[in-house]
């Protein structure tokens, strides 16, 4: 299969998903403008995209998506052999992936409708099964149907906590689930490298762990009523979250690319 397909996919995503959100936004599909996201601090403007800030700064996640593919497609990690090196999948679903992110945010801040801000947290959810079966896939060794199993099962308890659970349970809602699954991932990578022993780079995963820390004190501080939160300033801490999120996705890229074992021990 033509590498290329490595570069396309998440262009062609970036693409049609910018297409389609336009169209929704000009047209109202998706519903009327309410007060998602609201909690963000950004003032809501009456204008078709409402939190300019907190909208375009997603922009960060496209870069780091197409930076990602570009550089994999460049084969720069070609000399490590682990499953993004050694396959075309892994690295055009993820870069894909991170693609995606920047269109399912832009959707809850551009319209604060619910439909919006369920595709924001959809992004999430796709980025969170990702990073959680990637990681149980390698600390066990696992095929392409491990991963597949996984991913599904991690975007289907998501999606359940999301429309159901969380109506029945007020410490459960779509944000504890998505950093449950996160935190696992992390704990897994943590057990792959004490119990697997490889050769991994292990800073990539500690810069990605100070920039998602800091990233979350902002987002925590500049919430609605908060110390950073100024509403009709363009310089917004959600918005810097946002990029710094696109930055601690590229610093995870890393870590996964650093990794090196024997090819005859990596299933598709």
Not at 120 to 129: E, N, T
Request: aromatic fraction near 18%; glycine fraction near 4%.
């Amino acid at each position: 299969m033509n590498r290329k397909i490595i570069i396309i996919l998440p262009i062609v995503a970036m693409i049609a998903a910018l297409i389609l959100l336009y169209i929704a936004l000009t047209n109202g599909l998706l519903g009327q403008a309410g007060i998602r996201g609201l909690d963000y601090c950004e003032h809501s403007r009456n204008t078709m995209v409402k939190q300019p800030a907190n909208t375009y700064s997603n922009i960060g996640f496209i870069f780091s998506g197409l930076y990602i593919a570009w550089q994999m497609l460049k084969e720069k990690y070609s000399h490590k052999m682990n499953r993004l090196t050694t396959t075309l999948f892994y690295p055009t679903f993820f870069a894909t992936l991170c693609v995606l992110m920047g269109p399912g945010s832009m959707a809850m801040h551009a319209s604060t409708t619910l439909t919006g801000s369920y595709f924001d947290v959809l992004s999430m959810y796709l980025i969170a099964a990702f990073m959680f079966s990637y990681a149980l896939i390698r600390l066990f060794n696992l095929s392409a149907t491990g991963f597949f199993s996984a991913f599904s099962m991690v975007l289907f308890v998501c999606n359940l906590v999301y429309f159901y659970l969380s109506n029945s349970f007020s410490w459960l809602d779509r944000h504890t689930i998505f950093g449950f699954f996160i935190v696992s991932a992390t704990l897994l990578e943590f057990s792959i490298i004490l119990r697997n022993k490889i050769a991994i780079d292990k800073k990539w995963a500690i810069f990605y762990c100070i920039t998602f820390l800091i990233a979350f004190i902002i987002w925590h501080f500049s919430k609605t009523g908060n110390i950073l939160c100024y509403e009709y300033s363009l310089i917004q801490g959600h918005a810097i979250w946002h990029l710094l999120n696109a930055l601690a996705l590229y610093f995870m890229f890393r870590y996964y690319v650093s990794e090196n074992k024997e090819s005859k021990l990596i299933p598709s």
